[in-house]
């Protein structure tokens, strides 16, 4: 079976609900909790997803996982990691005890990006264990942490959190480098609820805790330089799709705008880069095909992922 992987989709409900019930037992009321959460997520344009699918020799597609990711606000984190009830993803979506909304906005996202860092909650991550072989689930689960390392990469992430459950969860969460911040044993000894079948744990790491796990896998999604050209907006967006294989022909229709436009905002991002780190890129002559240079530029700006980030001019470390 081929795997591939792409960005999620608020359709992707019914494929993912089927893939999380065939991992653990879901009541119909979960699922009415899980839609309204799913769509609440989607809606806001905050919600950060992979999918991993399989491709078998009919050219059908199924999903064999799925991860998906918030930026939460600083109060929210220190609220989680005080001992609040299970499962944050509900508490999500309502106000803290402040006033205030625990999701980062986007437009919030450029400043903490570049100040204090950033704090991301894992609400999302299955993958189809069951229904695969040992093999299979290995390489579906590796697939989806290399992909969710490179989603990150370029941030200036100060720690993640993520809610497991059951002991095999916990464990996997424990090899990836995250440490047991709550079991909710206290909550279950105070509460009338009866214990669910999968244990809840609320797991996370900080910056400072992944540098000292080397080689655990969520150790990459801490690597962060502060950036250096600052291109605007319209540039890490050309960027980003020249970097999908996209023409600037491609790229102007997808954008809305002008071939020549893209075509000179090229031009500029690499007089941006000659200007601020002169020699890393091919020194311009006349002989010197255009497609070259734009190759040069991407291959430069692939290593550094944190040249396509929201970000401020000040402030950095």
């Not at 491709?55 to 606000?73: C, E, K």
């Not at 072989?133 to 390392?149: G, Y």
């Not at 200036?156 to 996997?172: A, D, I, N, Q, T």
Request: with cysteine.
């Amino acid at each position: 079976m081929k795997h591939s992987c792409r960005c999620g989709k608020k359709d992707d409900f019914k494929a993912w609900f089927e893939m999380e019930r065939a991992c653990f037992q879901r009541s119909p009321e979960w699922r009415e909790n899980a839609i309204q959460e799913w769509n609440t997520l989607f809606d806001h344009g905050v919600f950060h997803t992979l999918v991993v699918e399989g491709q078998n020799a009919r050219d059908s597609t199924s999903m064999l996982a799925f991860g998906g990711t918030v930026f939460v606000t600083q109060a929210y984190s220190r609220w989680l990691r005080e001992g609040q009830p299970p499962y944050p993803l509900r508490h999500l979506l309502e106000l803290l005890p402040d006033g205030s909304s625990p999701l980062l906005c986007p437009a919030d996202l450029a400043r903490a990006n570049s100040e204090e860092g950033l704090s991301v909650l894992i609400t999302h991550w299955t993958w189809a264990e069951p229904l695969l072989c040992s093999r299979e689930a290995q390489d579906v689960r590796t697939m989806l942490e290399q992909k969710f390392a490179s989603t990150y990469q370029g941030y200036h992430v100060r720690e993640m959190l993520s809610e497991g459950f059951g002991e095999g969860h916990k464990s996997y969460c424990e090899e990836a480098g995250f440490c047991l911040l709550n079991n909710y044993h206290e909550y279950y000894k105070t509460t009338s609820p009866p214990l669910p079948e999968h244990y809840p744990y609320l797991m996370g790491v900080t910056e400072e805790e992944a540098r000292l796990k080397f080689g655990c896998a969520i150790g990459r999604t801490f690597r962060y330089s502060p950036p250096v050209f600052f291109f605007s907006q319209l540039q890490q967006q050309i960027l980003c799709l020249a970097l999908t294989g996209l023409t600037n022909k491609k790229i102007a229709a997808q954008l809305i705008v002008s071939e020549s436009l893209v075509s000179g905002q090229c031009w500029e991002m690499y007089n941006i880069v000659d200007c601020e780190k002169p020699g890393v890129l091919p020194e311009r002559k006349e002989n010197k095909r255009d497609k070259e240079l734009r190759r040069a530029l991407l291959e430069h700006i692939k290593d550094h992922p944190e040249e396509l980030r929201p970000c401020l001019r000040r402030n950095f470390r």
